[in-house]
């Protein structure tokens, strides 16, 4: 069973749109981080959460911690070819730096 | 600064041959990662070393893989012998101390025929 669970697996949009992805779990994390990667590249911190609904937003990209801090999301606003990347969501366990990551989700976005 | 160093980029072996990736983490981070990650999946740990003590090798399949951080500092990753199923990108990461986040490297991307 798949610690991490991310949804959608691909997503193809044109310039502009709005996406959200998802990043879910049954168990509970005291943080939650998630991380860009582009081709041929290592991951990227994006944005770490720690607060139950807590909301932080980078420019155009919008990070929600669920209120059970089971679960988060990722809102992109007028997504740029920019944007294009495999997403990942990625947790630690308590007092522990070991970093579990999802599957990622795999993001194009067509000029 | 210079960020986390890997390599070499990339490795095209045959199978039953030996194959060893290097990496140089950012200067002061004591804690290193090595991870495999698969085309289009999520990276996958392998070890990690608190300074020179790999604190966590359950996922390393120690039959063919071996790892060293012998100073603390650089590390390296040995496949002998490597089989098909090894092809993937090895990723290196650090992490400085009271702080969550990892600095990749670039990645070694392994084949093996």
């Given amino acids: 069973t798949q610690l991490l669970e991310q ?40 944005v770490t959460v720690v607060t139950g609904g807590e909301v932080k937003k980078l420019k155009r990209l919008t990070f929600q911690f669920g209120d059970a801090r089971k679960d988060s999301s990722l809102h992109i606003t007028a997504a740029q070819t920019g944007d294009t990347g495999l997403y990942l969501c990625a947790v630690s366990g308590a007092g522990s730096y070991q970093l579990t990551f999802g599957k990622g989700t795999k993001l194009s976005v067509i000029p | ?18 194959v060893a990736f290097w990496c140089n983490p950012i200067s002061g981070h004591n804690t290193l990662y090595w991870y495999l990650q698969n085309l289009g999946q999520g990276p996958e740990l392998l070890i990690r070393y608190e300074n020179e003590e790999a604190v966590d090798d359950s ?16 590390s390296t990753l040995k496949i002998q012998p490597a089989e098909l199923g090894d092809s993937a990108v090895y990723l290196c990461a650090s992490r400085g101390k009271n702080t969550g986040e990892l600095f990749f490297g670039e990645g070694s991307r392994l084949t093996v025929l």
Wanted: net charge neutral; proline share 8%; aromatic share 10%.
């Fill in chain 2, 59 to 74: 996922q390393l399949p120690k039959d063919r893989f071996s790892a060293e951080r012998l100073k603390g500092v650089d």
């Fill in chain 1, 7 to 46: 949804s959608p697996q691909f997503l193809s949009i044109q310039e502009g749109e709005n996406l959200t992805v998802y990043c879910n779990s049954s168990s509970v994390f005291s943080s939650l981080q998630w991380y860009r990667q582009e081709p041929g590249e290592g991951p990227v911190l994006l």
């Fill in chain 2, 1 to 18: 600064e210079a960020g986390v160093v890997q390599s070499p980029r990339y490795k095209i072996i045959e199978k039953k041959q030996p």
